[in-house]
């Protein structure tokens, strides 16, 4: 029963002392770590899948819209932590320390691993190797493999100073009404190959942030009506309709069924899904109160440690033939164990001590 209120007060809006609901945008969404947990396990599926360890329809390029929902994620969190601040000296502070500390010290962690064992067996798991691959990602101009997403991650945190900027000048709206076009045209000149251009690279992806932020800025605003909505007949077969286009995320699945899917970041049912998602869990739509489970959530806290450590795990597994020892599914239960346990070491070990760290480095 005590479980069952505490779900029960997840999914419902907050009381006042006189019983009536408090309809204000809350500071803490339990939904969203599962979601970024969800993220996560999206990306070790696609990579499992890609493998051979999981059905091939599984791969080929789902785990992509992982990192798009991560980077929507990122960009409604940080405007929803820091655009009802004013932009000044101490508050920048702040925003460079968190950001930088969250990814950064497991980011660098990784790099020099990767360095230490192609120095010595001659062999890296990252594709850097060579001296330019090597300051590329250091400078986080590039990453390589799975790292490719941090740069892009990092990149925007600068962008973001200018945006919030804005905000405080009341022009964000219009900044975002400009940026708007100009990354549809660039998601679909990547993605056409009209130019020769990097998809991994921030100017193809950040629509994805700058959908975080819009939906952040219109729930904050129509938070009660967003609740509202969302219990009624129409809100719960939004919900179904979202359940229904996670099944539907694979881009094998979907052309199968006859719908060529475009990449990720200009995959239209990805660029209706993902605020579609957003909103439910921020609104706490009942539908996805699994997301709030501690299992997920705990995914979510160890989602960045998951995302960058899988990536060894597979490859040995592939190399290993794995799949061939056991079968394909054991292969891949086994990779999930060894890339969750190194996920829970890692975030134990390095992430949050050195966020603590740095955190106190700073504030001193």
Same mark, same amino acid.
């Given at each position: 029963m005590v479980k069952m209120r505490?779900?029960?007060?997840?999914?419902?809006?907050?009381?006042?002392?006189?019983?009536? =609901?408090?309809m204000s945008l809350p500071r803490k969404l339990p939904l969203l770590d599962g979601l970024r947990g969800l993220a996560a396990l999206i990306v070790l599926v696609s990579h499992g899948a890609n493998a051979g360890f999981l059905p091939e329809m599984l791969g080929a390029g789902l785990g992509r819209t992982g990192v798009g929902v991560f980077?929507?994620?990122?960009? /409604?969190?940080?405007?929803?932590?820091?655009?009802?601040?004013?932009?000044?000296?101490?508050?920048?502070?702040?925003?460079g320390v968190a950001r930088g500390s969250r990814v950064l010290p497991l980011y660098y962690a990784v790099i020099l691993v990767d360095l230490a064992l192609w120095a010595l067996v001659g062999r890296d798991y990252y594709s850097i190797e060579s001296a330019r691959d090597v300051a590329l990602n250091l400078l986080l101009l590039r990453g390589d493999?799975?790292?490719?997403?941090?740069?892009?991650e990092v990149q925007f945190y600068v962008l973001f100073v200018g945006l919030w900027?804005?905000?405080?000048?009341?022009?964000?709206?219009?900044?975002?009404?400009?940026?708007?076009?100009?990354? &549809? &045209?660039?998601a679909l000149i990547a993605a056409l190959g009209l130019l020769p251009i990097r998809d991994t690279?921030?100017?193809?992806?950040?629509?994805? /942030?700058?959908?975080?932020?819009?939906?952040?800025?219109?729930?904050?605003?129509?938070?009660?009506?967003l609740v509202e909505f969302l219990r009624s007949r129409a809100g719960v077969m939004l919900g179904l309709a979202a359940l229904a286009g996670l099944l539907l995320l694979p881009p094998a699945l979907r052309a199968l069924l006859g719908h060529p899917a475009l990449p990720a970041y200009a995959d239209p049912l990805v660029l209706v899904l993902v605020p579609v998602l957003?909103?439910?869990?921020v609104a706490g739509h009942r539908l996805f109160a699994w997301l709030a489970h501690p299992v997920m959530r705990w /995914?979510?806290?160890?989602? /960045?440690?998951?995302?960058?450590?899988?990536?060894?795990?597979?490859?040995?597994?592939?190399?290993?033939?794995?799949? =061939?020892?056991?079968?394909?599914?054991?292969?891949? &239960?086994?990779?999930?164990?060894?890339?969750?346990?190194?996920?829970?070491?890692?975030?134990?070990?390095?992430?949050?001590?050195?966020?603590e760290r740095l955190r106190r480095l700073a504030s001193g």
């Open positions: 505490n779900m029960q007060a997840i999914i419902s809006p907050p009381e006042n002392s006189s019983g009536s =609901a408090v980077y929507a994620l990122s960009g /409604f969190l940080m405007a929803h932590v820091c655009l009802d601040k004013p932009l000044n000296r101490a508050t920048l502070r702040t925003y493999r799975v790292l490719w997403s941090v740069p892009v900027w804005l905000h405080d000048r009341g022009w964000l709206r219009t900044a975002l009404l400009l940026l708007a076009p100009l990354c &549809a &045209a660039m690279i921030l100017p193809v992806w950040l629509h994805f /942030f700058l959908i975080g932020i819009a939906m952040r800025q219109v729930i904050a605003r129509h938070y009660a009506a957003l909103a439910l869990c /995914f979510g806290q160890v989602s /960045f440690s998951l995302y960058l450590l899988h990536w060894p795990v597979v490859q040995l597994a592939e190399e290993h033939d794995l799949g =061939a020892l056991v079968t394909p599914l054991g292969a891949f &239960a086994v990779v999930s164990a060894v890339s969750i346990a190194a996920a829970a070491l890692s975030y134990r070990l390095i992430e949050r001590p050195a966020q």
